[in-house]
């Protein structure tokens, strides 16, 4: 069993900064993944940015456009986004989640990640 422990979600203007912080416990072999997604209201789960730990790589939604910070601390165990010039349209339930089978290369879809967060909620005001 594995928990991910998110946390730093809240309500904020347009224009502020927040950043969400992703922990994942409870087994003993590593992940090969981790990413934070986000869903909106009526809306797809989608991917905001994703690490893959053994390819050292980084992937961020295309919306991200270099607003968005995805840094690994502790290898395999806690990744932080931070998020940075916020907009009403990036508010949204952010969902952490884990690979730990490393059986695909698509890091922008949901079905890659066996585990998930129960999600933090980031509001954002005009």
């Known amino acids: 069993q594995v928990d991910l422990a998110e946390s730093g979600g809240g309500v904020v203007q347009a224009g502020d900064s927040l950043t969400l912080s992703c922990t994942a416990s409870g087994r003993e072999k590593t992940n090969v993944a981790m990413a934070w997604f986000r869903q909106a209201p009526g809306k797809v789960r989608e991917l905001v940015a994703a690490i893959g730990w053994r390819v050292n790589i980084k992937v961020y939604g295309n919306f991200v456009k270099g607003r968005f910070t995805l840094v690994g601390d502790n290898p395999q165990k806690t990744i932080h986004l931070r998020l940075n010039s916020l907009k009403p349209e990036d508010t949204a339930v952010y969902y952490c989640?884990?690979?730990?089978?490393?059986?695909?290369?698509?890091?922008?879809?949901?079905?890659?990640?066996?585990?998930w967060g129960q999600g933090t909620q980031v509001t954002v005001s005009s």
């Open positions: 989640a884990a690979d730990y089978r490393g059986d695909s290369d698509n890091y922008y879809s949901p079905t890659k990640y066996g585990y």
